[in-house]
């Protein structure tokens, strides 16, 4: 079987909030789907797989719940693959749906997940149980403590300043107020960033996304018939993944082929996604970028190594207005993650806002003449990066 170009035909995705307790997570899971499949004009049985985007399944208390999802996602009888990279699930299991359709496998995929958080009465208990229990546990790191940990050492590097962050909180609740399935929304100012309360120096809480449920759904296609079905694709032109570590130490040092401060990780990814996609400047080629940043600190790192502005340089462009909508490169229209984090699907969601920003779907968040955007995911203990290009139109076969 030769490669075959792969599009995004269609999206779904139901509101996030910090809870359904009309649905059961199936039903969740079928509310997206249905909502992929009416954007795609798709009836069940034109899927051929299903690609199932599904982290941890201990905050529901059920033990695989991609199980009981199965009926409601109509994957009965047909190859079902669950997905877990932890925050870069989401990520993941695109670009496995997108393997599937490139090899020539199948001709239309489905990729589903969703996500009930705020079901565990402690969500970091969880979450922690990601560190080794002997050598790194006993040091109290959660996903906050951890990611602020980096932060400080960016901040040291770089001179980056609490404002600086608390802008990037402004900006994104300014464009959820676009995004009628943002979970944060609202006209804020940087006072009421600092103001809100400390949570784990530099954060505040402000400064970090909300615990969300919800689901989402994207369904792909080959090129033959993604151009049959939708009049606009969204091709998946670039997707790469890199893993490093599960061991924080081992990222730093003289020895460390890495900084975790600066993402160096995402480096890598970027320029493989860019290779494949045929991108040679990044801030002039790509007008959109939905990033995974559950914290407010990660977006100057993940920018500048997707190579859109040299290292210690994003947090100037971020106050001169650069990643607003209307300025050189919009980040985030949706809001991204640190406005709605639905943990198994947030990587998802990422890939899916990017693709209705090429397909000019995107209603109210729409930048305008969008040819090429980009989504991130980060998974782990920032140990799982995958980078996922969508343009309006293919670039070369994928091999």
Not at 44 to 64: H, K, L, N, W, Y
Not at 130 to 150: G, K, N, S
Request: hydrophobic content about 40%; overall charge negative.
């Amino acid at each position: 079987m030769s490669a075959q170009n792969v599009a995004i035909i269609g999206v779904g995705q139901t509101a996030f909030r910090s809870r359904f307790d009309n649905k059961t997570y199936p039903e969740l899971a079928q509310e997206a789907v249905v909502l992929a499949l009416a954007d795609s004009n798709l009836q069940p049985e034109q899927i051929d797989a299903v690609v199932f985007s599904m982290a941890q399944t201990t905050f529901m208390g059920v033990a695989d719940a991609d199980k009981w999802a199965v009926d409601y996602t109509w994957a009965q009888g047909k190859p079902f693959m669950r997905v877990n990279s932890g925050g870069a699930t989401g990520g993941s299991a695109l670009q496995a749906a997108h393997a599937h359709v490139a090899s020539g496998e199948y001709g239309t995929v489905l990729v589903v997940g969703a996500d009930r958080i705020t079901e565990t009465p402690d969500a970091q208990f969880v979450l922690n149980l990601i560190w080794d229990p002997f050598y790194e546990q006993d040091f109290a790191l959660t996903t906050v403590t951890m990611t602020a940990l980096a932060t400080q050492r960016y901040m040291h590097k770089y001179g980056t300043t609490e404002e600086q962050y608390a802008n990037v909180v402004v900006r994104a609740r300014r464009n959820a107020l676009n995004n009628p399935s943002a979970h944060l929304k609202g006209a804020i100012d940087i006072a009421a960033v600092m103001a809100s309360p400390r949570i784990a120096w530099p954060y505040k809480l402000f400064d970090i996304c909300p615990r969300s449920a919800g689901a989402a759904a994207v369904v792909i296609s080959n090129e033959t018939l993604a151009r049959e079905r939708c009049s606009r694709p969204a091709f998946i032109t670039g997707t790469a993944g890199v893993a490093n570590t599960v061991f924080m130490g081992d990222r730093m040092g003289p020895h460390a082929d890495t900084d975790f401060a600066d993402f160096n990780e995402l480096k890598q990814a970027a320029r493989e996604c860019y290779r494949q996609a045929g991108i040679t400047d990044p801030m002039r080629e790509i007008q959109a970028v939905e990033i995974y940043d559950p914290f407010s600190s990660f977006q100057f790192p993940q920018l500048e190594s997707l190579g859109f502005c040299r290292s210690g340089v994003a947090q100037s462009l971020s106050d001169e207005g650069a990643f607003d909508m209307d300025g050189q490169l919009a980040v985030n229209p949706s809001g991204g993650t640190l406005c709605s984090h639905p943990i198994g699907v947030t990587g998802l969601v990422r890939a899916a806002e990017a693709a209705r920003q090429v397909m000019g779907r995107a209603g109210d968040m729409q930048v305008p003449n969008v040819r090429n955007a980009l989504a991130t995911a980060i998974g782990g203990s920032t140990q799982f990066f995958t980078v996922t290009m969508l343009s309006d139109e293919p670039r070369r076969l994928q091999a």
